[in-house]
T-cell receptor
Framework: KQEVTQIPAALSVPEGENLVLNCSFTDSAIYNLQWFRQDPGKGLTSLLLIQSSQREQTSGRLNASLDKSSGRSTLYIAASQPGDSATYLCAGGYTGGFKTIFGAGTRLFVKA | DTEVTQTPKHLVMGMTNKKSLKCEQHMGHRAMYWYKQKAKKPPELMFVYSYEKLSINESVPSRFSPECPNSSLLNLHLHALQPEDSALYLC??????????????FGDGTRLSIL
């Protein structure tokens, strides 16, 4: 069964701290791995997508890595800000990328 | 502003009603998705359309009926829903057939309540 797991479930950090969110997946036949952000009551915003042939992607203060052999991905957020407070979800793309399986998310709170 | 537009934003309906959710995108994407998200849970895939053809149905009950009348529009027809169907329904789109490196773009969802 294809499953995606995220730890921790919740995280509270002071502003300016660097942090790492973890994602693991059971099926290594992954087409891509996406990281999303979701604000309360809103849809999802795509942050980074890593293709199965790639090891990492960077966008601004965000860096995501992918290790297919170990079934793991991490999202690194540098110099966290209160505006980064949200739920972060990782999702494995299968079946040509169309079948997307989400982890339960990490709720992040950055204190000013 | 999101590039995927969902209407209505909120919907309250009785168990005997028939209603439809609508999703529209004008990014030229050829893959469109419906997800269901319960409170404090991750989105669960329901349906995927690729080039206006249904390619994935995740064993969704027949009281949910999807329709893709053209490349820009995706509907979800609802009939005889149950209280447990109350949730946020999210629509997403992505570029198309070679989907391995294309992110999904999500709408803000329709919050559905079944009385």
């Amino acid at each position: 069964k294809q499953e995606v797991t995220q730890i921790p479930a919740a995280l509270s950090v002071p502003e300016g701290e660097n942090l790492v969110l973890n994602c693991s997946f059971t099926d290594s036949a992954i087409y891509n791995l996406q990281w999303f952000r979701q604000d309360p009551g809103k849809g999802l915003t795509s942050l980074l997508l890593i293709q199965s042939s790639q090891r990492e992607q960077t966008s601004g203060r965000l860096n995501a890595s992918l290790d297919k052999s170990s079934g793991r991905s991490t999202l690194y957020i540098a110099a966290s800000q209160p505006g980064d407070s949200a739920t972060y979800l990782c999702a494995g793309g299968y079946t040509g990328g169309f079948k997307t399986i989400f982890g339960a998310g990490t709720r992040l709170f950055v204190k000013a | 502003d999101t590039e995927v537009t969902q209407t209505p934003k909120h919907l309250v309906m009785g168990m005997t009603n028939k209603k439809s959710l609508k999703c529209e995108q004008h990014m030229g994407h050829r893959a469109m998705y419906w997800y269901k998200q319960k409170a404090k849970k991750p989105p669960e895939l329901m349906f995927v359309y690729s080039y206006e053809k249904l390619s994935i149905n995740e064993s969704v009950p027949s009281r949910f009926s999807p329709e893709c009348p053209n490349s820009s529009l995706l509907n979800l027809h609802l009939h005889a829903l149950q209280p447990e169907d109350s949730a946020l329904y999210l629509c997403a789109s992505s570029r198309g057939q070679d989907n391995s490196n294309q992110p999904q773009h999500f709408g803000d969802g329709t919050r559905l309540s079944i009385l």
